[in-house]
């Protein structure tokens, strides 16, 4: 009986909370988008070890061109995703 009327209580707090705050319960699309670090773990471990071009240092241009051949080597990924990649190289292992 308690554990019940607890429940109710925790259940009816959220419901208010999410009228009160309809901005909290909606998607925010910057915070879809997937961390820079990631995206490029995940997109480009798929072939060979990460090492390979944390061992590089180039600038945004060459960066650019790599992740192009890249893409000829098969790497599949969106020109989005390849833009925000370019970015996150450049700046971390930048020259
Ligand atoms: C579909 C497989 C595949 C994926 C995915 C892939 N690569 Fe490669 N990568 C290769 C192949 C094959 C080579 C060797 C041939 C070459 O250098 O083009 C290579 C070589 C490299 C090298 C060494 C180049 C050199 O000159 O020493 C770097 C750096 C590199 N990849 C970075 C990346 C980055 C950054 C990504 C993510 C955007 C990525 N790779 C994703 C296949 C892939």
Redesign the pocket.
Known sequence: MTRFFRFGLVRATGILLAAAFPALSQETPALNQPAPQAL?EL??S???PLD??RS?RMNKEEWKS??E??RS???V?TDQDAAT?VEY?SKEYGR
Do not use: E, K, S
Request: proline share 5%; hydrophobic share 40%; charged share 5%.
């Open positions: 490029f997109t480009c798929q072939c060979h390979l071009p590089q790599l992740v051949r890249m080597n098969g790497c990924m990649i190289l």
